[in-house]
């Protein structure tokens, strides 16, 4: 087996802007699955439609503080938009 080339500044920018467009487009989570796992421990199994309602739990959360902040003229979100 052959050694694997280093990503060229073209490869590297198409992944970058796969990644993007699988964002724009949905597919992709906001919150890690790894990390969820790690907070409810091993006592308890988690089913996709969990991870899928949290996620859309998490957008919700993120688009009021945007709104919060948009409507006290910030650009920053902070602990009191949440």
Do not use: H, W
Not at 1 to 19: D, F, Q, V
Not at 30 to 44: A, C, N, Q, R
Not at 58 to 78: D, Y
């Amino acid at each position: 087996m052959g050694a694997r080339e280093p990503r060229t500044s073209k490869t590297l920018k198409t992944s970058i802007l796969y990644r993007l467009k699988r964002i724009k487009r949905g597919n992709s989570m906001i919150i890690k699955k790894t990390e969820v796992k790690e907070v409810v421990g091993k006592d308890f199994r988690i089913s996709i439609d969990f991870y899928r309602a949290l996620d859309k739990l998490v957008e919700k959360q993120i688009a009021e503080a945007k709104r919060r902040a948009k409507q006290n003229r910030r650009k920053t979100l902070k602990p009191c938009d949440v």
